[in-house]
């Protein structure tokens, strides 16, 4: 299994960018899609993630972002809306064979490569 996030790029605060997630290989459709996030000098952090019909954001997030899947397609999609320089940093994507709606990196089995995303304030 292989991920390829790509989207990210360099927009000023209050603007928008949606990240995408292409799924190469095994992934079915029972696999939880998530979201992580790190920036420069702090740990990688949860972002949001999707299972079945069901998502979860992280506060600092929610009402911004919006996560969606593709299964045709093999591909998720993070749309961030209002973006905040606090959202500077390198965007993961993560998919877990388990299923579980999981906030823990631990969960997650298969990793991308991350995409930069950088607000300007």
């Known amino acids: 299994v292989q991920l390829q996030a790509s989207g990210g790029g360099l927009v000023q605060a209050g603007g928008s960018l949606r990240l995408s997630c292409a799924a190469s290989?095994?992934?079915?459709?029972?696999?939880?899609m998530g979201w992580f996030r790190q920036a420069p000098g702090k740990e990688r952090e949860f972002v949001t993630a999707?299972?079945?019909?069901?998502?979860t954001y992280a506060d600092s997030v929610r009402g911004r972002f919006a996560i969606s899947r593709d299964k045709a397609k093999n591909t998720v999609y993070l749309q961030m809306n209002s973006l905040k320089p606090e959202d500077t940093a390198l965007y993961y994507c993560?998919?877990?064979?388990?299923?579980?709606?999981?906030?823990?990196?631990?969960?997650?089995?298969?990793w991308g490569q991350g995409t930069q995303v950088t607000v300007s304030s």
């Open positions: 993560a998919a877990d064979s388990g299923g579980t709606l999981s906030l823990s990196r631990g969960h997650y089995d298969y």
């Open positions: 290989g095994r992934i079915f459709s029972s696999y939880a």
């Open positions: 999707i299972s079945g019909g069901r998502t």
